[in-house]
């Protein structure tokens, strides 16, 4: 009877860690929007197309995170690593710039976020 009820106990206990730490790595798209419209809008405008009279002036154009045909072939760890390092980590120019105080969660946030700009919509698969 003990141990049957220690079998319950600790088999509840693993599937609320399992239920907790799955919900924590689920991105939360809301979250990253709000870091987008704090962070990235001033040069990706505030609807990820790069079309504000700030990003119009800035050499090169900030990219155009609605451009599906070019953001879908991207890799969820190369906007995670240019997010978080810069534009130099990946080639880039350096006014894309790096965000190294973000939290890991947060840039898979900013990573979910940018996913549902593109236009035809990402699939998934990168
Ligand atoms: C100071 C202006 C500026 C800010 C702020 C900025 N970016 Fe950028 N970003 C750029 C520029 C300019 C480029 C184009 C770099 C190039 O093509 O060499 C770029 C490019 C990118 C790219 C394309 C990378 C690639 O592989 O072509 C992504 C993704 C991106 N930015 C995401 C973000 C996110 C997310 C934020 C907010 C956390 C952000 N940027 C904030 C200027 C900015």
Redesign the pocket.
């Given at each position: 009877m003990f141990s049957k009820c220690v079998v319950v106990f600790v088999t509840t206990a693993v599937a609320a860690l399992v239920g907790l730490s799955g919900l924590a790595e689920s991105a939360d798209i809301e979250a990253g929007k709000t870091?987008?419209e704090q962070?990235?809008a001033?040069?990706?405008g505030p609807d990820g197309k790069a079309n504000t009279p700030t990003a119009k002036a800035?050499q090169?154009?900030?990219?155009d995170?609605t451009d599906g045909g070019?953001?879908n072939a991207?890799s969820d760890q190369?906007?995670f690593r240019?997010?978080k390092e810069g534009?130099p980590a990946?080639g880039?120019?350096p006014?894309?710039?790096p965000?190294f105080d973000?939290k890991d969660d947060q840039l898979q946030n900013?990573v979910a976020f940018?996913r549902t700009l593109a236009v035809p919509p990402y699939q998934g698969g990168n």
């Open positions: 870091l987008y962070r990235c001033p040069c990706h800035l090169p154009s900030p990219r995170h070019y953001m991207l190369h906007l240019v997010i534009g990946i880039k120019s006014i894309m710039p965000q973000l900013l940018l």
